[in-house]
């Protein structure tokens, strides 16, 4: 995907009278230049633009239609977030999906006309989310922008999303996503400098994945990995997404691994049509290379014949999935396992500072901190919540049960990383399995699935959360952050089964662009697994509790749906 390069935009103002470029000159916002070029575009404000889990995503065509549309969101942004915090320098780029393009060209102009003096992009335009935030960090830059809407697909009648990191790397925290969703509601001009950005070289191109390779470098010992490479098979899928590029360059060229394990690692804007989404339904093809059906069970008693170990990455290269021969690891399952051989990994030095996990992901990280003496410290869902602690804690480890695992390397979610920490916890010779069985044996099972009821009618939703939020025996996750004291309610509610240790939790996505998403997340502990608890399945042995819980929340009659769309 390349960057527009063409003549100066063209832009349809929502209302109809913009004022001439003449008399812009006392508008220099936020320290821009004062010069002609700055062009004032009278707007209204647009409803719903406040950001989700992780950024605005709609659909591709809501950006692409209305271009007031992404103007709008760009001014809100300078007026709720760069303006008022000074913000002169930014990383722009993003996953390279439909509609970056453009979309770059209007952010840089109406940046570049807000006080954004120094512009920094990808060449190409791709760069995963984890090396933006190591390009931000690397360069001291105030900030990043990103295009991405992740994991969902992309494409005309896909999704497209804009997302914001502040100047540590992490993606803005609650009072900045609000703020500039408050901006968005009183907008009434837009500040654009009518000039092309990358012509006037307001722009510096840099290499997407330098800074981030070199981070990798500081975390893992590659002589090591090399020498693990030669012995170990492995996949590794990137879905057309944009961790492709770093993942060849880092597994193909720095550590030698074999070029025909790197699957899909040219990114597309389309994703090749696929849904770059990490799990066993949307990498069916991964999953199937290692003997594994869309539940996760084995299709094959002859493990032998499959790689080592496999991962496949999201659109935007920050989620991760972990295979082995026959064994699906539930992504709660990776944190503690990693966490359990932290030791391996070079980032973490001798010992962890402290992990933490957001509340719906599972507890076996807690077991493994209870062991190893450390603090675990539970989040709402949301990479955004784990910055703070990073601050604290360092080295630190984190994860969520929605395919993201990570450190303090950088400030998100990384998907390559993950993988790199996966060849470097296994014991030569081990297989996935081994590690997993041997994990659960030392500190038991914690079974787990999700289910997902997507694109359900939101108020019918708010209404089933209504409900449960009435009935007995409830518990509703608040949360108050322990360094800045901001505070998060309402993310997710909990229904406790100690006598089964089980756990049921609901909660509304926050990452889809239309309608609502309902999840359910269960878990069952099995203290002392014996053969049959470590083969188990967990989507078919948790059936029981998705059914009691769905009925406890009369999800049916509320939904309008008795089956989930997905399970993982
Ligand atoms: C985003 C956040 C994650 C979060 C996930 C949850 O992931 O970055 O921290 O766990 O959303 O999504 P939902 O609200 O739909 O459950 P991503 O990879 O989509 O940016």
Known sequence: ????????????????????????????????????????????????????????????????????????????????WCVPKGVR???????GREYSGECFEILASVAAANGVHRIVAPKGGVISTPAASALVRRLGVDGAVLMTASHNPGGLDGDFGIKFNDRDGSPAREDLTEAVYAASKTLKRIYIKRTNPLINNNVEMVDANDAYVAVLRECFDFEFLREKLRRASFVFDAMHGAAGPAARRVLADELQGDPSCLLRCDPRPDFGGGHPDPNLKWAADLASRFGLDSTGSSTSNFEDIFPVIGCACDGDGDRNMIVGAGIFVTPSDSLAVLAARAHKIRWFGRKLA?????????????????????????????????????????????????????????????????????????????????????????????????????????????EMFDFLRSRDGVEEFDYTDPVDGSRATRQGIILDFPDTNERAVFRLSGTGSAG??????????????????????????????????????????FLGKSDPDVVT
Not at 27 to 47: F, K
Not at 519 to 547: F, G, H, S, T
């Open 1 to 80: 995907m390349l960057f527009f390069l063409g003549a100066a935009l063209a832009f349809q103002p929502r209302s109809s009278s913009s004022s001439s470029s003449s008399a812009s000159k006392w508008w220099c916002r936020g320290g821009a230049a004062e010069d002609d070029s700055i062009v004032i575009l009278e707007t209204s404000p647009i409803e719903g633009m406040r950001p989700g889990t992780s950024g605005l995503r709609k659909k591709t065509r809501v950006w692409v239609e209305d271009p007031t549309y992404t103007l709008n969101f760009a001014q809100s942004l300078m007026d709720g």
């Open 89 to 95: 320098s930014l990383v722009i780029g993003g996953d």
């Open 354 to 462: 402290a992990v933490a996990r957001s509340m719906p992901t599972s507890r076996a990280v807690d077991r493994v901190a209870a062991h190893l003496g450390i603090p675990c410290l539970e989040t709402p869902t949301g990479w955004k919540y784990f910055g703070n602690l990073m601050e604290r804690y360092s080295p630190f480890l984190c994860g969520e049960e929605s395919f993201g695992t990570g450190a303090d390397h950088v400030r998100e979610k990384d998907g390559l990383w993950a993988f790199l920490a996966w060849l470097s916890i296994l014991d030569d010779g081990e297989t996935v399995k081994d590690v997993m069985h041997s994990h659960w044996r030392q500190f038991g099972r914690d079974l787990y699935a999700r289910y997902d009821f997507e694109e359900v009618d939101a108020a019918s939703a708010a």
């Open 516 to 557: 609502a998403t309902v999840r359910l997340y269960l878990e069952r502990y099995v203290p002392n697994p014996a053969q049959k608890d470590l083969d188990a399945v967990p989507a078919i042995v948790l059936a029981d509790l998705a059914r009691t819980a769905m009925s406890f929340a009369r999800l049916p009659d």
